[in-house]
């Protein structure tokens, strides 16, 4: 009984969820000004906390951050067999062998959203390119590869990750060709 009405709420909350995007809620009437000093109201137990994708970070920053190590991880696999390969030691990383390689690939994958979302800006100050013609495709480029790198990973085989690996570094260099290869950084996320 108590799992049903949980299982009850989690859909209940999905479908308000849902019908909010569907159509934006009324904006809240402004609370009541307060005498100053007064710390704010909490909200109420049990309020929905409205989270939306958000920009931390510049796209230097996301590339450093998660695209170079992920795929730092896949081009090892090429050369290291991930199956002879211990869980990482640092941390104490227990996804070690061809699922750290996996894993790798998935973030890879999710990032391409990273690339996707409005409002990034570039390392000189420039909006990242996302309203340039070329950029999804470039994006997409790079989705594909790095679910080609999965399924390669899943598939524990030498030659596929090789060749995985091989899509990958076209699916960066077609976009760094593009809008980061250029005589100077200020040049950086123009066409
Ligand atoms: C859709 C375009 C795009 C794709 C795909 C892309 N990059 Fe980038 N990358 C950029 C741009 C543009 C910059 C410059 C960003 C800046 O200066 O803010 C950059 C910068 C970088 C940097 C930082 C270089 C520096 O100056 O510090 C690294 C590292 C990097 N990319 C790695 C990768 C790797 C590895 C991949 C593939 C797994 C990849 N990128 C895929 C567009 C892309």
Redesign the pocket.
Known sequence: MRAASVIFALLFFTMVGSAQTAKPAAPAAKPAAKPAGQAPAKPAAGAAVRVTAKVQG???QV??GI??PN?NIIFDAQNNDPTKKKADEQFGNPYGGWQNVENAAIA?AEASNL?IIPGRV???GKPA?NAQPD?PK??Q??RDASMASYKAAQSKNMDNIVDAAGT?TE??SA??DK??EKPN?SL??TP
């Open positions: 510049n796209l230097a590339m450093r695209l170079f795929s890879l690339l570039c390392s000189n390119p950029w470039l994006v480029g790079l990958l699916a960066c976009c760094h809008y980061r950084l950086r996320c």
